[in-house]
């Protein structure tokens, strides 16, 4: 039994530890929100999300306060779960996003900590934003952190028709004294808003190490305040689809997402405006 017990423990520490080994299997570290996993990972151009101090902090919204609550299981492993909570705050300066997430288990876990912050001039919007990751490997391999720093651009160049980009980790970040570098990528795209219920958004997201991964997403307002979501990705090949409901001081929407060829993971989450 104890044998089993360590094999076990191995095999889903070599699972928890693929974003890390081989980042493009499991993305959605990058991208929080069930609304945004539903939309097939989009969020570099959708304007005024409750997570963009994760997918791009130059369209964190500008109008109310708001936090928010996310729960992503891979592939219904609860020892590689992704936690996530965003705060957005106005200020006289401008807006203060910050995020908090969390993946893995016992014996493999990342932890990182953003703080962001945003503002305009007109119709074009830009912001940065300071990432601390931590990462801890159970038993004789120890832990490191590596402190990055992300940008991002946006810009409402029609109504309706948003562009907007993010670089992350700029500096190329590296964990302690080792050569292991944080992910570093680029990331453009649109979001357009075809009638009052209909929104698309579609963008393009280059990791300096692997292959371009294109990625597309519909919403669709079914009646007043319930909405329906799908998308899809390449690169890697998943497709996703999701429900949410928005009430005038809160919100929650769930999703879930087919990764080939590793199977179906469900994702929650919970936003309050104030």
Same mark, same amino acid.
Request: proline share 3%; charged share 20%; glycine share 10%.
């Given at each position: 039994m104890k044998k089993f017990k360590q094999t076990l423990q191995g095999l889903l520490f070599l699972i928890a530890a693929l974003p890390i080994l081989k980042p493009e299997p499991m993305t959605a570290q990058n991208v929080m929100g069930a609304k945004h996993l539903a939309m097939g990972q989009t969020g570099a151009a959708i304007p005024s999300s409750n997570w963009s101090v994760f997918s791009n902090v130059a369209l964190i919204p500008t109008s109310e306060n708001n936090v928010s609550f996310y729960g992503f299981r891979y592939i219904g492993i609860v020892e590689i779960t992704d936690m996530a909570a965003a705060f957005n705050y106005q200020t006289g300066i401008g807006t203060l996003g910050v995020g908090i997430h969390r993946y893995g288990f016992n014996l493999f876990s990342e932890n990182r900590f953003v703080i962001g912050y945003k503002n305009n001039l007109g119709y074009f919007h830009y912001g940065a934003s300071f990432t601390y990751t931590h990462v801890y490997q159970g038993g004789i391999y120890g832990s490191a952190g590596a402190?990055?720093? =992300?940008?991002?651009?946006?810009? /409402?160049?029609?109504?309706?028709?948003?562009?907007?980009?993010?670089?992350?980790?700029?500096?190329?970040?590296?964990?302690?004294?080792?050569? /292991?570098s944080l992910p570093r990528e680029l990331a453009a795209g649109i979001s357009y808003r075809l009638t009052p219920e209909a929104l698309i958004a579609? /963008?393009?997201?280059? =990791?300096?190490?692997?292959?371009?991964?294109f990625r597309t997403g519909?919403?669709?307002?079914?009646? /007043?305040?319930?909405?329906?979501?799908?998308?899809?990705?390449?690169q890697p090949e998943t497709y996703s689809l999701g429900f949410g409901y928005m009430a005038e001081r809160w919100e929650v929407n769930i999703a879930i997402q087919q990764h080939n060829p590793l199977g179906l993971s469900p994702a929650l989450d919970l936003g309050i405006r104030f």
């Open positions: 402190a990055g720093i =992300d940008a991002g651009l946006a810009a /409402e160049i029609l109504d309706g028709l948003w562009f907007g980009a993010r670089a992350t980790n700029i500096n190329q970040p590296t964990y302690g004294d080792t050569d /292991e579609a /963008e393009v997201v280059k =990791d300096v190490m692997f292959p371009l991964s519909v919403q669709f307002e079914m009646i /007043e305040s319930l909405f329906a979501r799908a998308g899809i990705t390449t």
